[in-house]
T-cell receptor
């Protein structure tokens, strides 16, 4: 158990809809990262938050947004969903203390039909 | 442009032998490298890391080698065990730590009995 909790584990929704994925980081970790893993692809970095503020952006579509709340949990909002958005979405957290690894949650599998 | 490449999508090794997983990178700014292991339906789990000031890091059966001039790293698993069967991801970051990790597409390691 990495200590990172993601909900829900599975989500099936229709094209054009909007969904929210939730992540609770490990206790004490200030940094939260969101990654997308599509079929046969590596993990693509989407966005990072640190202590409530956006710190870095990767390949995140404009239809997607995220935020980190004062209790440090984070939400990833995906809107106007398309079939190609079907993927595994992972959240990870880390305590930024120099060279340190990120700990991943189990992921949310999103299926857009 | 893929900055972290794992050119072998799969690798089959006999139990008890050495498994060698390879990773190449193109970004000379990368200074921290990590290996993650992923079982189906689970999130990636951190395995071992190495900073660019070192050329080798060992942890039990796992050793990571870094060749900066060749922009190449490898993960050695000795001896290989059935539980090592998983997908292994190589990841890299610039500036240290877990910020904005760039992942390879992964290598599926299969340990044959």
């Amino acid at each position: 158990d990495s200590g990172v909790t993601q909900t829900p584990k599975h989500l099936i929704t229709a094209t054009g809809q909007r969904v929210t994925l939730r992540c609770s980081p490990r206790s004490g970790d200030l940094s939260v990262y969101w990654y997308q893993q599509s079929l046969d692809q590596g993990l693509q970095f989407l966005i990072q938050y640190y202590n409530g503020e956006e710190r870095a952006k990767g390949n995140i579509l404009e239809r997607f947004s995220a935020q980190q709340f004062p209790d440090l949990h984070s939400e990833l909002n995906l809107s106007s969903l398309e079939l190609g958005d079907s993927a595994l979405y992972f959240c990870a957290s880390s305590a930024i203390r120099g060279y340190t690894e990120a700990f991943f949650g189990q992921g949310t599998r999103l299926t857009v039909v | 442009d893929q900055q972290v490449k794992q050119n072998s999508p799969s690798l089959s090794v006999q139990e008890g032998r050495i498994s060698i997983l390879n990773c190449d990178y193109t970004n000379s700014m990368f200074d921290y490298f990590l290996w993650y292991k992923k079982y189906p339906a689970e999130g990636p789990t951190f395995l071992i890391s190495i900073s660019s000031i070192k050329d080798k890091n060992e942890d039990g059966r796992f050793t990571v080698f870094l060749n900066k001039s060749a922009k190449h790293l490898s993960l050695h698993i000795v001896p290989s065990q059935p539980g090592d069967s998983a997908v292994y991801f190589c990841a890299a970051s610039a500036g240290g730590g877990a910020d904005g990790l760039t992942f390879g597409k992964g290598t599926h390691l299969i340990i044959q009995p």
